[in-house]
């Protein structure tokens, strides 16, 4: 079964410091998201992609977050200047046009130190 | 995306039937019920949805009141497995974000 992959499982970083966090979604989905979750939260959104373009993001998203998909098969997000708040689990997503299942990788374990 | 309501937790018995309630009172008519859940340490995993029929598939069934106002997921026989946080969200169309709330977090005793 196709299933959509993150890497790394776990990046620790300094506080400052730029980190990209890749996945892979599903080869012929069409709409990419990424997903936080601090550590004994709720799950939140933070931007959803779509025709090479941005189509959703919300206000966690600011200017030091960037999305990107590079080639075909890559998505990934990119934090700038990572601040302690940062750390958290970040989920990628995808789904294709219908029946619009979003479908969750296992996530990438950010810890900013 | 509108409001749910969920229980905090609730509690079964292995091989037990579970059902998980959810109440969106303010639901609109394009809306889809959908259940993920979010088993320890692992991202959300798709369950089930539907818009107004009663659904079936190899995980779950779910039952969606006539009135659409509430729905509720239904675990045939629980496994320990099953231990996870279950989240109803409405979304009414293609590419939106979910919008997760704090969800049901289900126990299951051996």
């Known amino acids: 079964e196709p299933e959509v992959t993150q890497t790394p499982s776990h990046q620790v970083t300094q506080m400052g410091q730029e980190v990209i966090l890749r996945c892979v979604p599903i080869?012929?989905?069409?709409?990419f998201y990424w997903y936080r979750q601090i550590l004994g939260q709720k799950v939140e959104f933070l931007v959803s992609?779509?025709?090479?373009?941005?189509?959703?993001k919300s206000e966690i998203f600011d200017d030091q977050f960037s999305v990107e998909r590079p080639d075909g098969s890559n998505f990934t997000l990119k934090i700038r200047s990572t601040k302690l708040e940062d750390s958290a689990m970040y989920f990628c997503?995808?789904?294709?046009?219908?029946?619009?299942?979003?479908?969750f990788g296992p996530g990438t374990r950010l810890t900013v130190l | 995306d509108a409001k749910t309501t969920q229980p905090n937790s609730m509690e079964s018995n292995e091989e037990e039937p579970v059902h998980l309630p959810c109440n969106h009172s303010?639901?609109?008519?394009?809306?889809?019920i959908h259940w993920y859940r979010q088993l320890p340490s692992q991202g959300p995993e798709y369950v089930i949805h539907?818009?107004?029929s009663n659904v079936n598939n190899r995980m779950a069934s779910l039952a969606i009141a006539e009135d659409r106002k509430s729905s509720t997921l239904i675990l045939h026989r629980a496994t320990l497995r099953d231990a996870a946080v279950y989240y109803c969200?409405?979304?009414?169309?293609?590419?939106?974000?979910?919008?997760f709330g704090p969800g049901t977090r289900l126990s299951v005793l051996p």
């Open positions: 997503a995808s789904s294709d046009y219908f029946p619009d299942t979003q479908y």
């Open positions: 080869s012929n989905h069409l709409y």
């Open positions: 992609f779509y025709n090479n373009e941005i189509s959703e």
């Open positions: 303010t639901i609109s008519g394009t809306d889809y």
């Open positions: 539907g818009l107004t």
């Open positions: 969200i409405l979304r009414a169309g293609y590419g939106q974000n979910f919008v």
